[in-house]
């Protein structure tokens, strides 16, 4: 990739160094974000695109890029100088307000004081001194996008979203594509990390066929390593470097399919859901721990639920979600108890390595959360070719798109020395509910004890057929709006 404006500057010499910057208002160079401070890659496309996805691994500066775009669009006016309207959507509530937001690269961070917009977190709402405004919105609620309208939209980490379907049958990305439709051309930017899922495959193919509508542009982490601490750059390369994901996550490559591996996308897809039985009285949190301080893996957190047939086999199971971090124990062990609470089930944990830390680690933080302790004595491919057959046999549905899970499951090969973390806690849930429940897992069902205040995104349409017909798993069919009424 090309170099900014400013990296060739501090490769000059000293003293022409020096001559280049003293010609320069220092002020507004600071702020000089398009000029100077971004590569090639990192700015806006010529053209009149609609549609401009910026497709790059972690960390290659993806958010400070939109988030300039946004900056830079919001100087503007629409067609008779009326004010234009923003769209600001990430996956979570959380991720619009911490990354888009108020985020290090954030739009409030990126913004001079005689630009800076005032934020309503309450309304969901910034509004610039001239009067354009954004709204602020979560790809999991579908339904919140049906009813604006928009001249600019930002869209982030668009292909690690769960692409939930509302009411219609459509899901944000959708929503988005047909709310961005004011002013003379409309705007959108995409930014993320690709992902094998659906909406990337059909990005990259509308880019191929209508060029002038849909541009991509690539980069990598390694781009912006000069502005990345040696601390985040030791961790994202510790858990990638030397593994099949690194050109997806690092390099920001699209990836094939993998000769031997155990899942492939179509075996996930034809039995995907939006939907799952309300009579699934069993829930299980799968954890495979790290035990180092300063891990360079991730700890897998995967949370599974099923129906409680007698016969293991003729179970269905759906996977809800992929909590998985990376951290120390303490950081791991606090995301682990506060996805328990959430979903109101015990944990299902692998103990080789930590022995009694994976217990003590949780219930230090919270006593009541039941700890099913696993010793694994088979080999990862043993353990996980069962709950891989599981999902040939159409049993297991993911719910809505797990991006990061999935891109592990269909690039990790028996014979890759890297642990697959978010697999081996997938194997961990779906082993206790479907295969072999740990001692005292199976002595009654964890059935629900009183309402759940806890919530869990997704959509309001029926269960989602799949390629094969059906929505996966008989019984009466629960899909969340929005959140569930689960308890313990």
């Known amino acids: 990739m090309g170099k900014s404006l400013a990296q060739q500057v501090a490769e000059l010499p000293p003293a022409d160094r020096d001559a280049v910057l003293s010609d320069l208002d220092q002020g507004e160079l600071e702020w000089d974000w398009m000029g100077f401070w971004s590569r090639p890659e990192q700015r806006p496309p010529d053209g009149d695109w609609n549609v401009w996805v910026y497709m790059a691994g972690r960390g290659a500066g993806k958010t400070r890029s939109a988030a300039e775009w946004v900056r830079d669009e919001a100087k503007k006016s629409d067609t008779g100088g009326k004010p234009l309207q923003f769209g600001l959507i990430a996956r979570t509530a959380a991720d619009v307000r911490d990354v888009l937001v108020q985020g290090e690269s954030g739009i409030l961070n990126v913004s001079p004081p005689s630009e800076m917009p005032e934020y309503q977190p309450s309304l969901r709402k910034l509004t610039w001194p001239n009067g354009n405004t954004a709204l602020c919105f979560t790809a999991d609620e579908p339904d919140q996008i049906r009813g604006p309208q928009f001249h600019r939209v930002w869209c982030d980490e668009l292909a690690s979203w769960r692409q939930l379907p509302d009411a219609s049958g459509l899901t944000a990305w959708d ?74 996550e690092l390099s920001g490559e699209m990836l094939d399919d993998v000769e031997g591996a155990l899942w492939t996308q179509e075996m996930i897809d034809d039995f995907r859901a939006a939907s799952y039985a309300l009579d699934t009285p069993l829930r299980v949190v799968g954890v495979d721990p790290t035990v180092a301080e300063r891990p360079g893996d991730e700890c897998g957190i995967v949370v599974c639920t099923s129906t409680a047939d007698r016969d293991l086999y003729r ?29 109101s089930c015990p944990v299902v944990a692998e103990v080789n390595q930590g022995g009694a830390l994976v217990r003590e680690s949780i219930q230090s933080i919270d006593p009541n959360i039941k700890v099913y302790e696993v010793h694994a004595k088979q080999g990862k491919q043993l353990r996980a070719e069962p709950v891989a057959l599981a999902y040939e046999q159409g049993r297991v549905h993911h719910m809505g798109v797990l991006a990061d899970l999935e891109s592990q499951m ?42 759940s205040r806890h919530r869990i995104p997704s959509a309001r349409s029926a269960a989602a057929p799949n390629r094969r017909g059906g929505s996966g798993g008989g019984g009466r069919v629960f899909t969340p709006r929005g959140g569930s009424g689960f308890g313990r």
């Open 410 to 451: 269909t690039q990790w090969i028996p014979q890759d020395t890297k642990s697959p973390d978010r697999i081996d806690a997938l194997v961990h849930a779906l082993t206790a509910l479907l295969i072999t429940p740990p001692k005292g897992f199976g002595g009654g069902p964890i059935t629900s004890k009183s309402p």
């Open 175 to 248: 929503n988005i594509r047909i709310a961005a439709r004011l002013g003379a051309q409309p705007k959108i930017i995409a930014t993320t990390t690709p992902k094998r899922v659906d909406v990337m495959r059909k990005l990259i193919k509308e880019a191929e066929e209508k060029p002038d509508r849909v541009v991509i542009t690539r980069g990598s982490t390694n781009d912006n390593r000069g502005n990345l601490s040696q601390a985040y750059v030791d961790g994202i390369y510790g858990i990638y470097e030397g593994t099949r994901l690194a050109l997806q």
């Open 315 to 343: 179970r269905q199971a759906w996977v809800l979600e992929d909590a998985s971090v990376q951290g120390s124990p303490q950081t791991w062990a606090k995301r682990v108890v506060d996805t328990a609470r959430k979903w």
